[in-house]
């Protein structure tokens, strides 16, 4: 998600958050420019990775991160906008390329069911 800030400029926005990006907020670009923040990464990685949770989308919504619909299995649905929904494999491979990179200091989160 893409919006003018009051000068004009366009700022870069979580589309599950509406989080402005900014150099202490990590993100992943899906396509046509589509941004998963990692606070939200964060949540819909537990949420659909560690406890099998989400909901099966209806055929016409389609992932915003990848654009296919119809997938197979659980996604996760925005806080904001219940027609905003990332795939469970998008999710995944997000987190992959968050986690990896090393000038960011995100983690996958430890699965909330077991200690340590």
């Not at 099966?56 to 119809?70: H, I």
């Not at 925005?78 to 390329?97: F, H, L, T, W, Y």
């Amino acid at each position: 998600m893409n919006k003018p800030d009051e000068n004009g400029n366009l700022v870069f926005c979580c589309d599950f958050c509406g989080s402005a990006w900014d150099e202490k907020r990590p993100m992943v670009e899906g396509h046509r420019g589509s941004l998963i923040c990692g606070n939200c990464l964060s949540i819909a990685f537990t949420e659909l990775v560690h406890l099998d949770t989400g909901i099966t989308p209806a055929r016409e919504l389609a992932c915003v991160l990848c654009l296919e619909n119809g997938r197979d299995g659980l996604h996760w649905v925005s806080p904001m906008n219940d027609e905003v929904i990332a795939c469970r494999r998008c999710i995944k491979q997000s987190a992959g390329v968050l986690h990896k990179d090393p000038d960011i200091e995100w983690k996958k989160p430890p699965d909330p069911r077991h200690d340590g």
